[in-house]
Structure formats: C-alpha cells, structure tokens
C-alpha cells in the first residue's frame, strides 16, 4: 500500500507563490521506481492534469495553463515531489492532487490519469485577486 500527503496548499494573492509538497511511503514502496503527477481540480470542474516528472527527475511535462509558471521536482533521498507554483492566478484555485505511477516511463504521456495508480487526499490552493 502506498500513501500519498499532500502538503502546502492556502491562500495567496495573485501574483504570488506556493510550494506543494508531496510525501510518499510503504512498507514496500520504492519512491525512485514511479513517476510522480499533479493534477488539479477546480469547482464545478473535472479533475485536469499539472505536471509530471519521470522516476528519475529527468523529464517533465506541464499543461499548457502551468507552463512557465510551475515547476515540478523530486527528491528521491526523501520520497517527496514538489510543485513549486509562481505567478498563481485566480484560475488556479483548485484542489491540487499528487498521484504515483509505476508503468508510466515518457513524460510525454503523463497527462493521463489512467496511468496513476495512487493520489493522494488533495491540498486546497486559492488565489484572490
């Protein structure tokens, strides 16, 4: 079994940043042996694809709504990944998710979310204008 905290989330203006942490852990669980995914899903809306990164931190992949703006990382040493999120704006009010995948190898793909076997319960970000 695998468990998924995510961590960090509140409020912040627009224009500004939070961090999102997520820790991982198992009895059997390799952090460095799954990719690592955000998702996000703001309400009244359906549940959207972040970022991902692969299980060695070498690849990443963003929406194009987060591009430029997110940035996705591990620490393997820690069984964390991070969403380090700049520049938030109002649209980003969401319920952000974390989720482990142990099939997915190109961050290409890593939008989908029928690759991700485990999430996490979510952290709430809201941004005010």
């Known amino acids: 079994q695998v468990q998924l905290v995510e961590s960090g989330g509140g409020l912040v203006q627009a224009g500004g940043s939070l961090r999102l942490s997520c820790a991982a852990s198992g009895r059997t669980f390799t952090f460095s042996s799954y990719a690592m995914g955000w998702f ?9 694809f972040v970022a991902v990164i692969t299980r060695s931190g070498s690849s990443t992949n963003y929406a194009d709504s987060v591009r430029g703006r997110f940035t996705i990382s591990r620490d393997n040493a820690k069984n964390t990944v991070y969403l380090q999120m700049n520049s ?9 998710y974390c989720a482990a995948s142990p099939r997915l190898r190109a961050a290409v793909a890593g939008f989908s979310a029928n690759y991700y076997d485990y999430w996490g319960q979510g952290t709430q970000v809201t941004v005010s204008s």
């Open 40 to 48: 996000r899903r703001a309400p009244g809306k359906e549940r959207e």
């Open 88 to 96: 938030l704006k109002t649209e980003d009010t969401a319920d952000y």
